[in-house]
């Protein structure tokens, strides 16, 4: 009978296991007597392993530690903002390569003491679950089916590939020569990845620029947010809306608005190094100061003392800037955490993206153990405005605050903030609220809910805005500087292109390449409107004009508003190496609001707020169910964070379109559509922005379907 501890010789019977040098075939585990001719016990069980776990390390490579390396290589960015350091990355890549090979390969060894029947059989069967897991990472390539079926054809996939490593010896062959595989993408990863720039730092470049003689150097101050598009900011007539986003008025009212101002990419790691070297992005690269050694940071090194919070970025060389602090750090187990989660969506059998920036978040100065010394006693009153908004503050925006003052010598003050960037969680009050996992931000009901939690955290944006503002006064610190506030890339709640990738570019311009952008001059009193030609490669070449600093480099920018560019239309960089040609009519349709998405308003506006029992109601006979109702039993007084957001399903029997009305405490929060299911099965999704919905303690949560009348029919909960 052919013993399955291995591969079949020339397709006959399989021997007892792999055959080593001289045709030796060990068949049992290490302490069998040797058989003539043979060596030790030790020699005989590892010339038997060793081959196997060769081929687990050849399966693991490709399902683990090459799609691991090529979404972070090409994602440095990742590391940046986890303040990873290269002996950090070298032991992850380690780590990416190793543990999992060698735990399935040795629990498989310990199966050997079974005899060598059961160790075959462990091991085609890891083998043929690593195939199948590598089928669902190729069919979402490949095939337009998604969850259960694409995990069905990939288990077929796994059985036929085991049957033919057990039919034919070409198979193992195979496995063994790719082992070197895990090898090769490490080696890749470390040498010819843009996050090699991270791993191999070196400093270069064209050294400080020249300060002009006799020439006064102003604090400058520059505040980058992320993922705002100045569509988001507009009211009627081209104007900010003042009512609900008072502070980004008052900055327009007190510095130059470069209103035709857009980035040059929808990518951070490309966006933010063409602001401050003040050049289009021309190849792939890391945004790293050994990438990019001519950079605003370099430039004012020596006649400016620097202040630099950077986030996904490190264009300040530690020579210049000193120790870098990163937005999160934790060190390797948080890698760990982010980088199973990078996993579990590569793994996954549905369309999850696998960008690492999905996971970016400021922590907050709670997180930071920046407010442990102030928290007090929470409110008691039940209509208490949710006191101790400061711990959810970001941190970083609380340091950069805390140097706002003035300096003996010039100071650049830099903080690129990842705000209202994704994830969304703050009300504009600074109240926190949680998301459940896997909320989409496109389709039916799912994109309007998007746009409303982006302009909500934009609220709260807003209000950091004016602590800017009020700081620099307060300071005295605000007449005398240069005050720049931008963001580096909008974003797209146009259905169907929700983001800000290549679709979303094509289709909603408007909405991804134009960005708020102010400037304040010193002593500058009145506000102006520029609509010039304004692209972010002229960030650098403006502020250095500021600063009164020669830029000893060649730069694509121009200096506003000393020089304007001729031409009308927009570069926008969607990859680095290609240049995409906006027209520029399309900041008329900004202007005009016609850029802005149309999408079907909230129903029955004229419900929030009222009481349920103002309306006939009844029972509908069905079931609801809420993702997050146990949040709701017992709400703390003075944690800064609300419930806010609600999801959950209904059945089926339930048709999309009905009108579903959510109530808190006795009042109604929100009415949204019930929509398709979403791949968690969840039907609908509303955000609760009033917070006088919610008292200290267990609150009372209820959903009604809203008939024609109105007439509210109460779900079963």
């Not at 530690?318 to 999160?328: D, N, S």
Request: net charge neutral; hydrophobic share 40%.
């Amino acid at each position: 009978m052919a013993d399955p501890a291995g591969p079949p010789e020339n397709g006959g019977a399989a021997p007892a296991a792999f055959p080593g040098p001289g045709g030796a075939a060990p068949a049992g585990p290490p302490g069998d007597a040797p058989g003539p001719g043979s060596r030790g016990p030790f020699a005989r069980w590892w010339r038997a392993e060793l081959p196997m776990l060769l081929e687990t390390l050849a399966l693991c490579g490709l399902v683990v530690t090459q799609p691991l390396l090529d979404v972070t290589g090409r994602s440095p960015d990742f590391f940046l903002f986890y303040g990873a350091g290269p002996a950090q990355i070298l032991l992850l890549v380690l780590l990416f390569t190793l543990p999992l090979p060698l735990l399935l390969w040795g629990i498989g060894a310990l199966t050997r003491w079974g005899g060598p029947t059961l160790r075959g059989a462990v091991h085609t069967g890891t083998l043929g679950l690593l195939l199948a897991a590598l089928a669902i990472q190729v069919g979402k390539h490949l095939l337009p089916v998604r969850g259960l079926p694409l995990v069905l054809i990939a288990l077929l996939v796994g059985a036929a590939g085991a049957y033919a490593y057990r039919r034919f010896r070409a198979t193992g062959q195979l496995l063994r020569v790719a082992s070197v595989g895990p090898l090769v993408f490490a080696l890749l990863f470390v040498f010819a990845s843009p996050a090699s720039a991270v791993v191999l730092a070196t400093e270069s470049g064209s050294g400080p620029g020249a300060a002009r003689k006799a020439a006064n150097h102003p604090p400058v101050v520059l505040l980058v947010l992320d993922e705002l598009p100045l569509i988001s900011l507009l009211g009627p007539g081209g104007t900010i809306d003042a009512e609900r986003f008072p502070n980004f008025a008052a900055l327009a009212g007190g510095s130059t608005w470069y209103r035709n101002a857009t980035g040059v990419s929808g990518w951070t790691p490309y966006a933010l190094p063409a602001m401050l070297t003040g050049r289009y992005p021309s190849s792939v690269r890391a945004p790293h100061y050994s990438q990019y050694p001519d950079n605003l940071f370099t430039l004012l090194d020596g006649t400016y003392d620097l202040k630099v919070q950077e986030s996904i970025s490190q264009l300040c060389p530690p020579t210049v800037c000193g120790a870098r602090t990163a937005p999160v750090t934790g060190g390797l187990p948080v890698l760990l955490r982010e980088s199973a989660g990078l996993l579990r969506q590569i793994a996954s059998p549905v369309d999850v993206p696998d960008d690492p920036e999905s996971s970016y978040r400021e922590a907050t100065r709670e997180e930071a153990g920046l407010a442990e010394q102030e928290r007090q006693p929470g409110p008691t009153d039940p209509r208490f405005r949710w006191g101790e908004l400061d711990v959810n503050q970001p941190a970083r925006f609380t340091q950069f605050l805390d140097g706002l003052r003035p300096a003996k010598r010039p100071t650049l003050h830099f903080l690129h903030l990842l705000m209202p960037h994704t994830p969304w969680h703050y009300l504009p009050s600074g109240i926190r609220y949680e998301s459940p996992p896997g909320v989409p931000n496109d389709g039916d009901g799912w994109v309007q809910l998007a746009r409303e939690r982006h302009l909500q955290q934009l609220g709260y944006t807003d209000r950091l805005i004016g602590e800017t503002l009020r700081t620099l006064r307060e300071s005295g610190l605000y007449d005398d500087a240069t005050l720049v506030v931008t963001a580096d890339h909008g974003l797209s709640f146009t259905p169907g292109v929700q983001g800000r990738g290549r679709a979303a570019i094509d289709r909603t311009p408007g909405e991804v390449a134009w960005v708020p952008m102010f400037v304040k001059e010193p002593g500058q009193r009145a506000g102006r409107v520029d609509d010039r030609n304004w692209e972010h490669v002229d960030l650098l070449p403006t502020i250095a004009e500021q600063a009164h600093v020669e830029i000893p480099w060649a730069v694509d920018g121009v200096v506003a508003p000393r020089e304007s560019r001729q031409r009308t239309e927009k570069r926008f960089h969607d990859q680095p190496t290609f240049a995409l040609s906006i027209p520029g009519s399309v900041f008329a349709d900004v202007l005009s609001g016609a850029a802005w998405p149309k999408l079907p308003a909230p129903p029955l506006p004229e419900l929030i707020g009222r009481d349920p029992a103002d309306f006939p109601i009844s029972d509908a006979g069905v079931v609801g169910t809420v993702t997050n109702r146990a949040a709701f039993y017992d709400i703390s007084g003075d944690g800064g964070r609300l419930p806010s957001l609600v999801c959950g399903t209904v059945p089926a029997s339930v048709p999309d379109g009905a009108r579903l009305a959510i109530a808190v405490n006795g009042r109604i929060g929100a009415v949204v559509p019930v929509v398709e299911p979403d791949k968690h099965g969840r039907r609908f999704g509303a955000l609760l922005t009033d917070e006088s919905l919610f008292v200290p303690g267990a609150n009372r949560l209820e959903l009604f379907l809203v008939n024609d009348g109105p007439v509210l029919r109460r779900l079963g909960m």
